[in-house]
Every structure is written in structure tokens, then in C-alpha cells.
């Protein structure tokens, strides 16, 4: 069964300092990637994804994921980081175009020091 | 403003007593999809549906039932709640265009207390 880890339940770092949010999948047949944010008391809300093609993928807020295929992963990494993104990040996996059918890591909180 | 929205956003309840979580969409999506999320577990599927009249199970379903008379509407009945349901449940929705395929679109959450 497909299966996401997220190997990092917590991660403190101090501001401006960059971080790296690990994100490793089990799947041999293609994939679909995203990486979600939760702001405290909040909904989730779409970072970035990989559907296909180059694969560093840029999202919103200065983040950006590398789809590494043989090593199955996709981890999450800003160069540096602000109070504000103090929230816990969510990687997900797809293997079915379409079907919206997701399989969510258990989420790793992101605490920003100042 | 384009959106997912839950009501209520907290319940607190008793066991036994039926409730319903209503969720709502204004984006005309095909997509609407209900989660539960629980320390340690991140998200799990509850239901889906990817049109009107059309819901299927998703990874946790026992225990509740959905609906979808309604292309923006898409309920989360609990017709006999029990203290393993406490949790926070989200609702999400999904547009089926091809630059934002299988991207989902989150409501705010409602946080249900079962006692």
C-alpha cells in the first residue's frame, strides 16, 4: 500500500535560517506530489506540487521541493525562513490522475525562533 | 471570495446524538471530499464525491454518512456520535481543470467534542 513519511514531527529554527522539511513516499507507479500548510486555526492550503516535468517545483512564500524519483522523496526547503511560517506542513501523494485520491504524511510543525 | 466553508466550526456533543456538519463551495467544483485529522494520524479520508449523486468511501467511513444533492453542498451526517469521532474534520473541494487538477481547496475546520 502507498504510504508517506514524514520522518520529523517537529523542527525548530531560528529566523532567517533555512530549513529543509523531509517528505519520503513508497510508491513504483507514477506519482503526483504536493506539499499543504496549516496556519494555526486554519484550513490547509497548497504550497506547491509536482504533476510532471522539471523537478524543482517553486511555490508560494519563497518554498521549493525537489522530486528526487530514485530516492522517492520530495523534500520541502526555503533558504530562509520568517516568524511567519511557524505552521505544520502536510506532504501528500497521488497515484491516480484525477481522482483526487490523496494519501497524507502525518504533518511536521515548523517552529520559527526569533 | 472564493471558498470552502464549514458550519459550525466547534460542536461539542453527547453520544448518540445524531449532527450534521454542513460544507459549502462557491467554486462550482466537481470535487468535494471530507477528512478527519488526529495527532500523530495527519488526514484521513472519510467520504468523496466527485459529482452530484455520486459519493464514495474513502479511508475511515464507519460511523458517518454523506450527501450530495447539491453541486455545492456536501454534508457530514454522524447519525449515532461516539467519543472516537472527536476530532477535527475538514472539507475540501476540487476543480477538475487541467492546470489545477487533483489540487483540493480546504474549508477552515470544525473541531467536534463527543463526550
Known amino acids: 500500500a502507498q504510504s508517506v513519511t514524514q520522518l520529523d514531527s517537529q523542527v525548530p529554527v531560528f529566523e532567517e535560517a533555512p530549513v529543509e522539511l523531509r517528505c519520503n513516499y513508497s510508491s513504483s507507479v507514477s506519482v503526483y506530489l504536493f506539499w499543504y500548510v496549516q496556519y494555526p486555526n486554519q484550513g490547509l492550503q497548497l504550497l506547491l506540487k509536482?504533476?510532471?516535468?522539471?523537478?524543482l517545483v517553486k511555490g508560494i512564500n519563497g518554498f521549493e521541493a525537489e522530486f528526487n524519483k530514485s530516492q522517492t522523496s520530495f523534500h520541502l526547503r526555503k533558504p530562509s525562513v520568517h516568524i511567519s511560517d511557524t505552521a505544520e506542513y502536510f506532504c501528500?501523494?497521488?497515484?491516480?490522475?484525477?481522482?483526487?485520491?490523496?494519501?497524507f504524511g502525518t504533518g511536521t510543525r515548523l517552529k520559527v525562533l526569533a | 471570495e472564493a471558498q470552502v466553508t464549514q458550519n459550525p466550526r466547534y460542536l461539542i456533543t453527547v453520544t448518540g446524538k445524531k449532527l450534521t456538519v454542513t460544507c459549502s463551495q462557491n467554486m462550482n467544483h466537481e470535487y468535494m471530499s471530507w477528512y478527519r485529522q488526529d495527532p500523530g494520524l495527519g488526514l484521513r479520508q472519510i467520504y468523496y464525491s466527485m459529482n452530484v449523486e455520486v459519493t464514495d468511501k474513502g479511508d475511515v467511513p464507519e460511523g458517518y454518512k454523506v450527501s450530495r444533492k447539491e453541486k455545492r453542498n456536501f454534508p457530514l451526517i454522524l447519525e449515532s456520535p461516539s467519543p472516537n469521532q472527536t476530532s477535527l474534520y475538514f472539507c475540501?473541494?476540487?476543480?477538475?481543470?487541467?492546470?489545477?487538477?487533483?489540487?483540493?481547496?480546504f474549508g477552515p475546520g470544525t473541531r467536534l467534542t463527543v463526550l
Open positions: 501528500a501523494v497521488s497515484n491516480k490522475w484525477g481522482t483526487y485520491k490523496y494519501i
Open positions: 475540501a473541494s476540487g476543480n477538475r481543470d487541467a492546470s489545477s487538477y487533483n489540487e483540493q481547496f
Open positions: 509536482y504533476l510532471s516535468g522539471s523537478t
